[in-house]
């Protein structure tokens, strides 16, 4: 599929916000100036953002605890996103939901989710109303490999499959629910595998590799409309621990080093610059305005006030 | 008797009764090797290997499930729920299955297995990571709820909860796990159902449980200067209860306030409250009981709504304050 020059830059512009906002979001961390926890996805970034990059606004995601991505990936004020980080007022969710609740509705992003498998039913649900809406639209259910061992999973594969709706199911697969390599959570190497089981079709495909992920994707969406739901399994690798404390000892320095040496954003960068399709100029300008924007969404950011106390009783009902 | 922490406590007492006792056996997400999300099981793998020592999947349902079905045939089981919350997910293998098997074979089953699981708010882990569910658990008759506020009392309630012939679910506190208390070294136990009185007062009685026992008590000793004596006093089971204590106290000083961190709608502590006006010390009261508990909201996120969702030293004061003036 030929992917216009616009998408490209568009993409390596998410990938390289998603890398920089994490960086900023570790430091933050770091330093002590948020708490709670955090989940990055530093590694994964091609996965997220190929996937959101082929949808429409008006398509659904449901995305994980590992969502940062996701949702830079779908389109979103960075300014917002930051500023719900550090949990202030003028945050995606007025400060009250933090790194792993951060959503945008109005452009289909229904949520990262702090329950693993979270999404799954929820995926279901928001592809029904497509269909009975009679809308022409699909939905994304991200999950995680440790996702894939929930009850709701196998639920909502085979409701999905037997009401024939429009949902991508992509696993991003980085080999590891917390310290549990898959090798010890499931009896399959692919989890792509487990379609066969709602007579669906799954496909594997090299989760740092963004233009591949793009073009499945944008494949998978004229078929799903057709035929009802796809497993696609994206194959990936997290290079940070877990959450914000993980020391790492169920892993190799080797195993790390050797993944970070298949970083996927310095891979568009050498696709991009070998084919000529933008110059080293080019992508060094794009970087840069990257830093700028993430520079400037600290700034909005820190600020902003944070809520206050009256809006502790706020939208419980509606 | 030296110095350890909560966790520390509530890792002894798994070990203690695994060396015990061959059929006891831990399992749950992240247990093994990487010594469970908040280091409780740090080591335990190292001694007891993969066999007892089990990683599982992320999947709550059949972790509790499987830890009823094992109990049912002749282990004695731990199984640890990364958050409290998830609890939701295992809820019907807990609530359906582990907890009605002996009622509904005729008293022919038993049912040894304890849920572990972390609660409560206050680390920023927003409103799917914090909540207080004991409330659930109390719900359903055959289930037996603990939750200890100190490192001696996680000890020895989890030796009695592994050795219960019932289904324990044990909730263990989050804020608590690095807090450090006398714990001894030689074998003890304590009964489910004994209460026990933190600190003694003669003016008003606080019933409190989990996190907030430390909290309540810091009241106490700062309204001590004030010339308002507190007693405290932890249930530390809430399923069995020991209502006698509780009864006592409320009798002893007339004045009662209730205090937990869960939301107050449906909450124990309603329970608790009409226990005592249903009892004597109905006739001894002062005041009306009153209940300190969490915002009936999902907690939230940004630190200073956070602190405010549940009861804080200022509004145990102020509630303290408004039963004795
Ligand atoms: C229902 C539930 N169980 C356990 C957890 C704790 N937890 C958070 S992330 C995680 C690992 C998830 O693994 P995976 O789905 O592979 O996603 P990854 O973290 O690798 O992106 C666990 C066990 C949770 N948040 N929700
Ligand atoms: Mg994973």
């Known amino acids: ?318 | 008797m030296r110095e350890i922490t909560y966790a520390q406590g509530i890792k002894e007492a798994m070990s203690e009764e695994m060396r015990k006792d061959e059929n006891v056996f831990l399992m749950g997400e992240d247990v093994g090797l990487y010594g469970g999300a908040f280091g409780v099981s740090v080591g335990m793998f190292e001694e007891f290997g993969e066999e007892r020592v089990r990683d599982t999947p992320i999947s709550e349902a059949v972790i509790a499930g499987a830890a009823a079905g094992a109990a049912v045939t002749g282990m004695r089981p731990i199984a640890e729920i990364m958050f409290s919350d998830f609890t939701t997910i295992s809820m019907d293998q807990l609530v359906n299955q582990a907890a009605k098997m002996r009622y509904m074979f005729g008293g022919k089953a038993k049912v040894p297995m304890v849920l572990r699981t972390a609660g409560g708010s206050g680390t920023g882990a927003a409103a799917q990571h914090s909540q207080s569910l004991e409330a659930w658990f109390c719900h359903v008759p055959g289930l037996k709820v603990v939750i200890p506020s100190t490192p001696y009392d996680a000890k020895g309630l989890l030796k009695a909860a592994i050795r219960d012939d019932n289904p324990v679910v044990f909730i263990e506190q989050k804020l608590l796990y690095r807090k450090k208390g006398m714990v001894p070294e030689e074998d003890y136990v304590i009964e489910l159902g004994t209460a026990d009185v933190k600190r003694e007062g003669k003016d008003l009685t606080i019933i409190t449980y989990g996190r907030m026992v430390p909290t309540c008590l810091k009241v106490a000793e700062d309204l001590s200067k004030e010339g308002i004596e507190i007693e405290v006093v932890d249930p530390r089971t809430l399923i069995p209860l020991d209502k006698e204590t509780l009864i006592k106290s409320a009798k002893k000083t007339g004045r009662v306030l209730i205090v937990h961190e869960a939301v107050k709608t449906g909450g124990f502590g309603g329970e608790i409250a009409a226990m005592i006006a249903d009892s004597e010390a109905f006739f001894y009261l002062d005041a009306p009981i009153k209940r300190l508990c969490g915002l009936d909201i999902p907690i939230p996120y940004c630190p200073e709504l956070e602190k405010n969702a549940v009861p804080t030293e200022e509004t145990i004061k102020d509630a303290v304050l408004s039963l004795v003036k």
């Open chain 1, 1 to 318: 599929m030929n992917i216009s020059k616009e998408k490209l830059g568009e993409m390596y512009e998410k990938m390289l916000h998603t890398r920089k906002f994490e960086e900023k979001v570790a430091y933050f961390f770091s330093m002590g100036m948020v708490h709670g926890t955090t989940h990055l996805s530093v590694g994964e970034e091609a996965s997220a953002v190929g996937a959101c990059s082929a949808l429409e606004d008006t398509d659904f995601i449901t995305s994980t605890h590992r969502g940062h991505g996701h949702c830079i990936g779908k389109g979103v004020d960075l300014n917002k996103m930051m500023a719900e980080l550090l949990g202030r007022a003028t945050g995606y969710c007025k400060g009250k939901g933090g790194s792993m609740h951060i959503a945008d509705l109005e452009r289909g992003n229904l949520g990262a989710n702090g329950v693993v498998g979270g999404g799954h039913a929820i995926s279901v649900g928001a592809a029904l109303t497509l269909k009975m809406k009679k809308q022409d639209n699909v939905v994304v259910c991200f999950f995680g490999d440790g996702a894939a061992n929930e009850g709701s999973f196998h639920e909502a594969l085979n409701l999905a499959s037997i009401w024939k709706l429009p949902i991508l199911f992509i696993c991003e697969n980085n080999m590891y629910g917390m310290s549990v390599p898959t090798s010890k959570s499931m009896n399959i190497i692919n989890v792509a595998d487990r379609a066969a089981g709602y007579g669906i079709k799954g496909v594997v495909i090299d989760g740092n590799d963004v233009i591949e992920v793009y073009n499945t994707v944008m494949e998978a969406k004229d078929y799903v409309k057709q035929n009802g739901p796809i497993l696609i399994e994206a194959k990936t690798y997290r290079w940070l621990g877990h959450s914000k404390s993980d020391a790492n000892v169920y892993r190799t320095k080797e195993e790390i080093a050797s993944w970070k040496a298949k970083c996927p954003i310095k891979r568009l960068r050498k696709y991009l610059e070998d084919n000529h399709i933008f110059t080293a100029e080019e992508l060094d300008a794009i970087e840069k305005k990257t830093t700028e924007d993430l520079e400037k969404a600290v700034e909005f950011a820190q600020n902003s006030p944070y809520p206050s106390l009256n809006t502790i009783l706020e939208d419980v009902y509606a």
